[in-house]
C-alpha cells in the first residue's frame, strides 16, 4: 500500500510539471504555438461532424419543439374562432340596425311630402292567413286614432288601405290584393286610370286609358286624388312594364310593377286626414277581415 501511494505521489507530480512547461511553451509561443496548432487541427477535425450531427438531429428538436407548442396553438386557435364569431354577430346586427335606420329615415323623408297631414307610424305584426286575399296587420288601432278607409303608405310608395281596425290593431288591404283599387295617373303625361291587383308576384293592372294615349315603358304612375280623399295625390305607385293597345276597343292594356315589396314590408304609415268616416256602427270590433267590394276605394 505504501508503495502504491508513492507512485501516485509520483505520477501526480510528474502531471503537475508537465501542465507547467506546456502552459509556459503556449505562453512563449503565442499564436504559432504547437498547442495552438494542435487545436486549430482538432477544430477542423471535429467541426465538420458538429455541423453534421446539428443537421440531422435539429429537425427532432423542433418536431418535439412543435409538438409541445400544440396544445398552445390549439388553444389560440379556438380563440380566434370565438373572436370571429363574435366579430361576425355583430356585424350582423350593425347592418340590421343599419337597414332599419335606413327605412325609418326613408319614412321621415316621405312624411315630409304631406307635411299637413298627421301620421301613424306602424310596425307589420302578422299577414292575413288567407289564400284569396293579400292583407297584413299593424299594431297601431282605433286607440291610435285609425278608422277604415285610411291610406297606408311605405317609404317607397303606396302600400294600400285600411279595412279592419280594433283597439290595438288594424288590418291593411294591400294594393295588390284583387279586391283592391286607386285612381292614379301617369305622371309624366296626366292620363288617369284606375290601378287594380292582381295577387302576388303579378304587375298590377292600369285600367281606363284609351289606345290613343301615349304611354310608354317606363312612365311613372302616382295616386291622382280622385278617391274621395282616401289617397292623396302625387303618392307613387310605381312604373309602367308593359303598355298595348293592340287588339284592344276601348283602352290600353298596361301593366304596372310597383315600387313598394309588398313581401317584406316592415312599417308603414297610416294618414290619419286622408279617407272619410265611417259611422260608428259600421266599425265594427272585430279583428276577422272581411272581403271589400271591387273598386269600393274609388
Known amino acids: 500500500m505504501y508503495r502504491r501511494s508513492g507512485r501516485g505521489r509520483v505520477l501526480l507530480l510528474v502531471f503537475l510539471v508537465l501542465c507547467v512547461v506546456i502552459i509556459t511553451l503556449d505562453y512563449r509561443s503565442g499564436d504559432t504555438g504547437p498547442l495552438e496548432r494542435a487545436k486549430d487541427i482538432s477544430t477542423a477535425i471535429v467541426s465538420p461532424i458538429q455541423r453534421g450531427l446539428t443537421v440531422v438531429f435539429r429537425p427532432v428538436g423542433d418536431f418535439f419543439s412543435s409538438i409541445g407548442d400544440l396544445s398552445h396553438l390549439r388553444s389560440e386557435n379556438a380563440r380566434l374562432e370565438g373572436d370571429l364569431a363574435e366579430a361576425e354577430s355583430k356585424l350582423d346586427e350593425a347592418d340590421a340596425i343599419l337597414s332599419e335606420n335606413e327605412e325609418l329615415k326613408a319614412q321621415l323623408e316621405l312624411e315630409k311630402s304631406w307635411p299637413t297631414m298627421d301620421q301613424v307610424h306602424a310596425s307589420?305584426?302578422?299577414?292575413?292567413?288567407?289564400?284569396?286575399?293579400?292583407?297584413?296587420?299593424?299594431?297601431?288601432?282605433?286607440?291610435?286614432?285609425?278608422?277604415?278607409?285610411?291610406?297606408?303608405?311605405?317609404?317607397?310608395?303606396?302600400?294600400?288601405?285600411?279595412?279592419?281596425?280594433?283597439?290595438?290593431?288594424?288590418?291593411?288591404?294591400?294594393?295588390?290584393?284583387?279586391?283592391?283599387?286607386?285612381?292614379?295617373?301617369?305622371?309624366?303625361?296626366?292620363?288617369?286610370?284606375v290601378i287594380r291587383g292582381n295577387g302576388a308576384d303579378e304587375p298590377l293592372s292600369m285600367d281606363e286609358i284609351?289606345?290613343?294615349?301615349?304611354?310608354?315603358?317606363?312612365?311613372?304612375?302616382?295616386?291622382?286624388?280622385?278617391?274621395?280623399?282616401?289617397?292623396?295625390?302625387?303618392?307613387?305607385?310605381?312604373?309602367?312594364?308593359?303598355?298595348?293597345?293592340?287588339?284592344?276597343?276601348?283602352?290600353?292594356?298596361?301593366?304596372?310593377?310597383?315600387?313598394?315589396?309588398?313581401?317584406?314590408?316592415?312599417?308603414?304609415?297610416v294618414l290619419l286626414e286622408s279617407g272619410p268616416r265611417l259611422d260608428s256602427g259600421k266599425d265594427e270590433p272585430s279583428d276577422k277581415a272581411t272581403p271589400a267590394p271591387k273598386g269600393s276605394d274609388r
Open 124 to 193: 307589420v305584426i302578422a299577414t292575413i292567413p288567407n289564400n284569396y286575399r293579400w292583407a297584413v296587420r299593424i299594431d297601431k288601432g282605433a286607440n291610435d286614432g285609425i278608422e277604415p278607409d285610411m291610406a297606408v303608405i311605405a317609404p317607397d310608395g303606396l302600400v294600400g288601405k285600411i279595412i279592419r281596425t280594433s283597439d290595438s290593431s288594424s288590418i291593411v288591404l294591400l294594393l295588390i290584393d284583387p279586391n283592391a283599387a286607386a285612381h292614379a295617373r301617369v305622371k309624366e303625361r296626366g292620363y288617369v286610370g
Open 210 to 269: 284609351s289606345t290613343d294615349a301615349r304611354v310608354n315603358v317606363g312612365d311613372e304612375i302616382v295616386t291622382s286624388g280622385y278617391d274621395l280623399g282616401i289617397f292623396p295625390a302625387s303618392i307613387p305607385i310605381g312604373h309602367v312594364v308593359s303598355a298595348s293597345g293592340a287588339g284592344a276597343e276601348y283602352q290600353q292594356d298596361i301593366e304596372v310593377e310597383p315600387w313598394v315589396d309588398f313581401s317584406s314590408l316592415d312599417f308603414v304609415d
